[in-house]
């Protein structure tokens, strides 16, 4: 999962932030369990994933889109201190959910809400703020494919490129092992003001261990990471016409049980931090989202943080200031529980991250 922020508002943050020294050994013996902020009121059912929307006219009025994974399940919307402000039901087990800004959808720029179907291997779409659906009812995900148990969704992450474009990188809960493990689509109007998706390509490597869950996208970088639960976080390019090679493989050790959420923290255009779910350990792991120097694709821990939210799937955080609560961002996880847990990004920083 991936927040799509604009980049002024990166610019911004950078500006108002003075660099902090980094640290030169990883931080691997925390033992502080951070508490959140606020938990969330609880969903019906289950929670599975978060996405942040920033509003762009005032910033404290964000919201948080939480999945509630049912066959009865849900879209919940939450302000910025949890409480359930919009329900969206009758969804067949959405799983995640992803963010895009300014998608042209009859000729307006359209900030939408993206979640994956599972039990109708379909995509459904909603515009932001006001949670209306504008995916035409028919983005049937995988079509053709040989096994249907290959098209079940779970992960979502949505990519916008420089020029405009936005493309759904889509997985699911099986697939191939051959390298094409996701589908990337093209989104854009059909002509009437909803959404179409255009398979591009399918890409990415599969153990085969458990499954892919989590994905998320960095516009600016390009690359798109997703989670081989059990194995590690796998890296590619996210502009198709860069090619399907891996070029990297990292986080293969030091996780309790499934490698789960990732969720990306910007300090700058091309710097700040990766943050990976170790679920079975309720904490994250944390590296360096430009690589180490000299190697982008080589990924070593910087710390690991114990979180007060239980057995988390999915996660997102963002660096815009939300208020006096959050002043230099927010990270969102879900916890069992039926619940979202918002941690201020300093609580997760401590003295040893910027």
């Not at 983005?139 to 990519?159: C, N």
């Not at 990188?169 to 689509?185: A, D, E, F, H, L």
């Not at 821990?301 to 996660?315: I, N, R, T």
């Not at 660096?319 to 996880?333: D, E, R, S």
């Amino acid at each position: 999962m991936n927040i799509h922020l604009p980049f002024l508002l990166i610019l911004l943050l950078t500006a108002c932030h003075k660099p902090a020294a980094q640290t030169t050994m990883p931080t691997t013996n925390q033992t502080t369990v951070i508490q959140p902020v606020y938990i969330t009121d609880t969903v019906r059912h289950d929670t599975d994933d978060p996405a942040i929307w920033i509003n762009p006219t005032d910033p404290e009025k964000s919201l948080v889109i939480g999945t509630d994974k049912d066959q009865d399940g849900g879209l919940y919307v939450f302000d910025l201190q949890g409480k359930i402000v919009k329900e969206i039901h009758g969804l067949k087990r959405p799983n995640n959910v992803d963010i895009a800004y300014g998608l042209m959808l009859g000729g307006k720029p359209t900030d939408i809400a993206v979640t994956t179907e599972r039990f109708t291997h379909k995509l459904r779409i909603f515009s932001l703020p006001g949670m209306q659906p504008v995916d035409n009812g028919n983005l049937e995900m995988f079509v053709g494919d040989t096994s249907e148990s290959f098209r079940d969704l779970m992960g979502i992450a949505l990519y916008k490129t420089a020029s405009g474009v936005v493309y759904a990188m889509v997985g699911r809960k099986s697939g191939p092992t051959n390298g094409s493990y996701i589908g990337q689509y093209r989104l854009d109007d059909n002509g009437q003001g909803q959404v179409r998706a255009t398979l591009v390509r399918k890409f990415g490597l599969y153990s085969g261990k458990k499954e892919i869950e989590s994905i998320a996208v960095d516009n600016e970088l390009g690359y798109v990471y997703y989670s081989d639960e059990g194995v590690g976080v796998r890296k590619y390019y996210a502009d198709p016409e860069k090619g399907n090679q891996e070029l990297a493989l990292f986080a293969k050790t030091g996780f309790a049980e499934d490698h789960e959420g990732i969720s990306i923290y910007k300090t700058g255009p091309k710097t700040g931090y990766l943050l990976v779910s170790d679920q079975g350990a309720n904490q994250f792991h944390i590296f360096r989202r430009e690589g180490e120097a000299g190697n982008p694709n080589d990924y070593k821990l910087l710390k690991v943080v114990k979180v007060a939210a239980q057995v988390s799937d999915g996660s997102e955080v963002t660096n815009v200031p939300l208020g006096k609560q959050f002043p230099h961002g927010l990270f969102v996880t879900m916890s069992e529980g039926r619940t979202f847990h918002y941690y201020r990004w300093e609580d997760i920083s401590g003295n040893d991250l910027k």
